[in-house]
């Protein structure tokens, strides 16, 4: 197939590695792509979030799957203005991207759907803010209603802190304020064609910056697949699967169909096991990172199959999808300052030596290329990825990897897995 993948950043390149492991060669381009990609794909000078020049390139190169990653060109109408040309896109038109693009829109769609989630208050302005910190109580959970690059979301015992979250976001739109969950969280993928859904391996994820869940929130500094510890309150990986299938997916998916805004693309359910039951802390409209990392090199069927599948509307003649057995870990280095800001242009080597550690590769996020080399562009740098036949030989490999790349001021946590390890 000839396929287009919209996106910069690791997520991205995790799914053209996953695409280029398949026996069938495929033609990929990338638009825009970064250093790192560029070495598996043809990248492209194109404006993702653009949706006529992206429908026009798909259609003058014969394009026969657009694959969208982030999710700023789903909320744009990418998907539709492809749809409407009649080209295969995997990915949410902007209504159902919503979803991911509202948190209220979400909450609406959970409320009605009888999908399981705390309570959230929606406030317009610093005295509705305080009026709800004080309702819902302490820990504070302080919550952007738009898009926010994973930035933000703020959980905190102080209220002065929550209120100055808020006003931050306050001035474009609303915030909601949530009941705090407590609990283990679980990312799980879902795959949709608007119709049906088909689940992949759960994974977890480390938002937090530092070691020991301390620090600021980021868009992800590490995450890990399968998960072991599931086999205990659920009986199994797959019993947990299936229970959140039937009751958060295909809900979800089913009213959001029956209000003409079909899901078709990747159905993201942030979870937290609570002891009141597993609940829904948010949804995204595509697949997570650095979730994606950690469970695309598990899969042994093949992507290219399964996307244009959800894309064309046949997941129904596909199994649920396997995978392997392997333990999986991946790390993220980030820039000096990260998040709030990043320190860009320093020079990035090791890399090869990285990859040579057995089970190794890596996932580009935030690279470019000068005459002197690899160069950070961005916060998010690297996505070290590792595979092993437990979560020990994984995890040593990914931090013998690190050991072996050299970024002036990186940055990344030391106890990535290290639940499953020590188990």
């Not at 040309?85 to 979400?106: D, Q, T």
């Not at 015992?157 to 209120?163: C, G, H, I, V």
């Not at 992507?303 to 649920?320: T, V, W, Y």
Request: aromatic share 6%.
């Amino acid at each position: 197939m000839r396929i287009l993948v919209l996106g910069s950043g690791a997520r991205e390149h995790a799914i053209i590695l996953a695409l280029r492991s398949e026996e069938a060669e495929h033609e990929i381009f990338a638009a825009p792509g970064n250093a790192g990609i560029a070495d598996d794909a043809a990248v492209v000078a194109l404006d993702p979030n653009d949706p006529g020049a992206v429908e026009e390139f798909a259609d003058a190169e014969r394009i026969d799957l657009v694959v969208i990653g982030p999710e700023a060109p789903l909320v744009a109408g990418v998907a539709d203005a492809l749809r409407e040309r009649g080209i295969p896109v995997f990915g949410p038109g902007r209504a159902a991207a919503r979803l991911e693009g509202s948190k209220s829109f979400a909450k609406r769609v959970m409320d009605a759907a009888g999908v399981p989630t705390g309570r959230a208050v929606r406030a317009h302005d610093l005295a509705e803010v305080a009026a709800a910190l004080d309702e819902l109580g302490s820990p504070h959970v302080v919550k952007a209603d738009g898009l926010a690059a994973g930035k933000g979301v703020l959980v905190t015992d102080d209220r002065e802190a929550a209120l100055a979250h808020a006003a931050v976001y306050l001035g474009s739109a609303p915030v909601l304020i949530e009941e705090f969950l407590s609990g283990p969280e679980v990312s799980l993928f879902f795959l949709s064609d608007g119709d049906h859904v088909l689940p992949l391996s759960p994974a977890q994820d480390f938002k937090r910056l530092r070691d020991g869940d301390e620090g600021p929130n980021t868009g992800g500094m590490g995450a890990y697949s399968p998960l072991p510890w599931l086999d205990g309150p659920f009986g199994s990986e797959e019993e947990f699967v299936d229970l959140v299938t039937r009751t958060v997916a295909e809900p979800v998916i089913r009213h959001l169909d029956a209000q003409g805004t079909p899901f078709i693309g990747l159905l993201y359910a942030g979870l937290i096991l609570t002891p009141q039951g597993v609940k829904v802390i948010e949804f995204n409209a595509r697949f997570g990172d650095p979730e994606t990392q950690v469970v695309l090199p598990r899969l042994v069927d093949p992507l290219s199959e399964l996307l244009m599948a959800a894309a064309s509307g046949h997941l129904e003649d596909l199994p649920r999808p396997a995978f392997a057995e392997a333990t999986a870990v991946t790390v993220v280095l980030a820039s000096e300052g990260y998040p709030e800001a990043p320190v860009t242009g320093r020079a990035l080597t090791g890399l090869d030596a990285a990859a040579a550690v057995g089970g190794v590769h890596l996932a580009h996020a935030a690279t470019g290329r000068t005459d002197e080399g690899l160069v950070a562009t961005g916060g998010r740098v690297l996505s070290v990825v590792a595979l092993g036949t437990t979560f020990a030989e994984s995890t040593s490999r990914a931090y013998r990897a690190l050991d072996r790349i050299e970024l002036a001021g990186g940055q990344y946590r030391t106890d990535i897995a290290a639940r499953v390890v020590e188990d």
